[in-house]
């Protein structure tokens, strides 16, 4: 199709179709949550948004590569999607009622902040189960692929798959608003929109066979949609909590990943961490303290604090960490936090009764490569070498990420280890 409304294109140069790809790449980033969003709330109909976009991503694949970018990447697809749904409506028996709402809706116009919200909350209701509600939402609203909700989630592809397809089902047979909720119908869904945004975030840093720099634009996105939800819900405590606890995380970007290489938070240079971040953080999570009601999220950032302010890694208080952790369990009881909390366990009170802990969360963790880290670490303080091997062994088997990779091959190599690790475990 032609862009329409927009000046002439530059066909590109042989060798620019991967530039003409990689701006594609940042308009799907950036525009498909707003589009689908937008289609959706217009159609009532999920499915048939989220195909519409998909299918003008598929047009500029073909298309920009042999005429150029257009002027405005995120106009053209969002032209390119409203004419395809008119396609699929025309096919569609009750396609009048339908082509009327979307002629009465507005194109949209690029850069407008908010409207992933109430899409973002439709995907949250609660007559969706928590697994399918995170699925949906990773993929309509941020665009992830079944196989990167899969990793972020520590679930199969096909069983990921299963749980987008049904909850689309379920959305358009019962009816489900698009909308932000009120009053007491808020705490529990933005408490899972958090969730979202958070392993939204995390995902940037797992991508399977990537080195130790995160995908910059997917955490950026993250971080964006953690702003716009404090600042569209200002009274929400949480909502700042999330959002300062992943810029405590982003300040220390430049310092995890020093030419490609993964480095531990003990061993960064804190120089590099960025203190304008580092500032604005600390500003939310007193924001969030300021309201008076304490949560998961600002309890994260409360021991994300604690590391950034402490001048060296010998310096940090973990006695205080520890008791943050525990407070933190009392509201969050996942096995992952169990497993954070044995990290500081071990500086108060000795590896040999954070080993303990740990086997706690052996079994719901079997298959999560840094619960093997951490027991190697552990049972290495201990002298127990051999141990530690075998449990550096497992976190390689299991992790894809290829710095995470090269960094227990190092481990391993520094202990005299030279057997080839097996095959990959799935999850």
Request: glycine content about 6%; overall charge neutral; proline content about 6%.
């Amino acid at each position: 199709m032609s862009d329409p409304g927009t000046a002439t294109p530059s066909v590109p140069p042989g060798g620019a179709v991967a530039v003409s790809d990689a701006v594609l790449a940042k308009a799907v980033r950036e525009e498909s949550g707003r589009i689908v969003a937008t289609l959706t709330a217009s159609l009532r109909n999920l499915d048939l948004a989220e195909e519409s976009v998909a299918d003008a991503v598929l047009e500029a694949l073909r298309e920009w590569r042999v005429h150029g970018v257009p002027p405005k990447p995120g106009a053209w697809l969002t032209q390119a999607a409203r004419h395809n749904a008119l396609d699929r409506l025309r096919r569609d028996a009750a396609y009048r009622r339908k082509l009327t709402l979307l002629a009465e809706t507005p194109a949209p116009g690029p850069g407008v902040a908010d409207e992933r919200l109430p899409l973002l909350f439709g995907c949250c209701h609660p007559a969706l189960g928590p697994d399918a509600q995170l699925a949906l939402t990773l993929r309509a609203v941020c665009g992830l692929t079944t196989a990167q909700i899969a990793r972020a989630t520590l679930s199969s592809e096909p069983t990921v798959a299963q749980r987008i397809v049904r909850a689309k089902r379920k959305i358009g047979a019962a009816g489900i608003p698009l909308r932000i909720p009120e009053g007491d119908e808020r705490v529990p869904r933005l408490d899972l929109v958090l969730t979202v945004v958070s392993v939204m975030y995390n995902e940037a840093h797992l991508v399977a066979g990537g080195d130790a720099a995160a995908d910059r634009d997917v955490a950026d996105d993250a971080i964006w949609l953690a702003r716009v939800l404090a600042a569209a819900l200002p009274g929400e405590a949480e909502a700042h909590g999330l959002l300062a606890l992943l810029l405590f995380h982003h300040a220390r970007e430049a310092a995890r990943a020093v030419a490609g290489e993964l480095v531990l938070l003990g061993a960064q240079d804190r120089s590099r961490w960025d203190p304008a971040l580092l500032a604005a953080a600390r500003r939310e999570l007193d924001a969030a303290a300021r309201l008076h009601r304490p949560g998961r999220w600002q309890l994260q950032a409360a021991i994300a604090a604690c590391h950034a302010e402490a001048p060296t890694s010998a310096d940090t208080d973990w006695l205080q960490v520890l008791t943050l952790y525990d407070l933190l369990g009392a509201q969050d009881r996942s096995p992952i936090v169990r497993l954070n909390r044995a990290v500081a366990l071990a500086e108060v009170a000795g590896p040999a009764v954070a080993l303990d802990d740990l086997a706690t969360v052996a079994e719901p963790l079997a298959g999560y490569h840094l619960l093997h880290a951490v027991r190697a670490d552990l049972l290495r303080r201990l002298g127990r070498a051999d141990e530690a091997r075998d449990a550096d062994r497992t976190a390689l088997q299991l992790t894809t990420n290829e710095a995470e990779q090269r960094l227990l091959r190092h481990r391993l190599a520094l202990e005299g280890d030279a057997r080839p690790a097996r095959g990959a475990a799935r999850h």
